[in-house]
C-alpha cells in the first residue's frame, strides 16, 4: 500500500503546486537553469524514451513471455503479457488529458507552447522499460541475470530523464510527475504478475491439459 500512496500524494502535490502556480514551480525553474546544457548527447538520451525505441522493447518482452508460458503450459500464461500490454495503453490515456489540463508552459530552450506537465517520454520509458524487467523476471533462475535485468531498466529510465532534464526538453517537476504515475502503473503491474505467479507455483502447477 504505501508503494501505491507515496508516489499519488507527492504526484497530488506536485500536480497542485503546477495547476496554481505554486511556490515550487520558483525552485522547480532555478533549477532547470543551472543544469540545462542543451547538446547533441544528452538529446540521443532522451530519445531512449521514444515510443518508437521503448514499446517496442516491452513488445518483444511481451511477445516472449506470453511464447515462454504457453510453452510451459501455464494456466493463464496471457495474463502478464496482457497486463503489460494494457499498462503500457494507459500511459497516453492517463498523460495527454493531463497535458490538455494543466497547460503547463515549455522551458525557455523550447519554442513557445504549453502540455509539457507530466513528461510523456519519462512515462514511456519508465512503463515500458520497468514493465519489461517485470516481464523478464519471472523467467530469470540466475541472480545475477536478475540483478542485471533490473539494473539496465532502471539505467534506461534513469538517462531518459537525465537527458531531457539537462537537455531542457522538460522541467524537472514534470519528470517527478512521471517517475509517480509510472510507481502506481508498474506497482499495479507487478501486483498482477506477482499473484499470477503464486498461483502457478502454488502445490500442483497449474497447467493446461492436454489431449487425452
Given at each position: 500500500?504505501?508503494?501505491?500512496?507515496?508516489?499519488?500524494?507527492?504526484?497530488?502535490?506536485?500536480?497542485?503546486?503546477?495547476?496554481?502556480?505554486?511556490?515550487?514551480?520558483?525552485?522547480?525553474?532555478?533549477?532547470?537553469g543551472d543544469i540545462v546544457h542543451p547538446d547533441r548527447f544528452w538529446e540521443l538520451l532522451s530519445d531512449l524514451g521514444d515510443v518508437q525505441v521503448a514499446v517496442p522493447v516491452l513488445a518483444l518482452a511481451v511477445g516472449c513471455a506470453a511464447w515462454r508460458g504457453?510453452?510451459?503450459?501455464?494456466?493463464?500464461?496471457?495474463?502478464?503479457?496482457?497486463?503489460?500490454?494494457?499498462?503500457?495503453?494507459?500511459?497516453?490515456?492517463?498523460?495527454?488529458?493531463?497535458?490538455?489540463?494543466?497547460?503547463?508552459?515549455?522551458?525557455?530552450?523550447?519554442?513557445?507552447?504549453?502540455?509539457?506537465?507530466?513528461?510523456?517520454?519519462?512515462?514511456?520509458?519508465?512503463?515500458?522499460?520497468?514493465?519489461?524487467?517485470?516481464?523478464?523476471?519471472?523467467?530469470?533462475?540466475?541472480?545475477?541475470?536478475?540483478?542485471?535485468?533490473?539494473?539496465?531498466?532502471?539505467?534506461?529510465?534513469?538517462?531518459?530523464?537525465?537527458?531531457?532534464?539537462?537537455?531542457?526538453?522538460?522541467?524537472?517537476?514534470?519528470?517527478?510527475?512521471?517517475?509517480?504515475?509510472?510507481?502506481?502503473?508498474?506497482?499495479?503491474?507487478?501486483?498482477?504478475?506477482?499473484?499470477?505467479?503464486?498461483?502457478?507455483?502454488?502445490?500442483?502447477?497449474?497447467?493446461?491439459?492436454?489431449?487425452?
Open positions: 500500500m504505501l508503494l501505491l500512496l507515496l508516489p499519488v500524494l507527492l504526484f497530488a502535490l506536485v500536480t497542485w503546486q503546477v495547476v496554481t502556480d505554486g511556490p515550487l514551480l520558483t525552485v522547480d525553474e532555478h533549477l532547470s504457453r510453452l510451459a503450459g501455464l494456466d493463464r500464461w496471457w495474463l502478464p503479457p496482457a497486463a503489460a500490454a494494457l499498462t503500457m495503453a494507459l500511459v497516453p490515456a492517463l498523460v495527454v488529458p493531463l497535458k490538455d489540463w494543466t497547460a503547463r508552459p515549455a522551458t525557455p530552450v523550447m519554442p513557445p507552447a504549453v502540455g509539457y506537465y507530466p513528461s510523456g517520454h519519462t512515462a514511456t520509458a519508465a512503463v515500458a522499460y520497468g514493465a519489461t524487467a517485470l516481464l523478464v523476471l519471472p523467467w530469470l533462475r540466475s541472480p545475477a541475470g536478475r540483478r542485471v535485468t533490473v539494473a539496465a531498466c532502471t539505467a534506461l529510465v534513469l538517462a531518459v530523464s537525465t537527458g531531457l532534464l539537462i537537455r531542457g526538453y522538460h522541467w524537472p517537476l514534470d519528470v517527478v510527475a512521471s517517475w509517480c504515475l509510472a510507481t502506481v502503473l508498474l506497482t499495479a503491474l507487478w501486483r498482477v504478475i506477482s499473484r499470477s505467479s503464486r498461483r502457478t507455483s502454488a502445490g500442483t502447477p497449474r497447467r493446461r491439459s492436454g489431449p487425452s
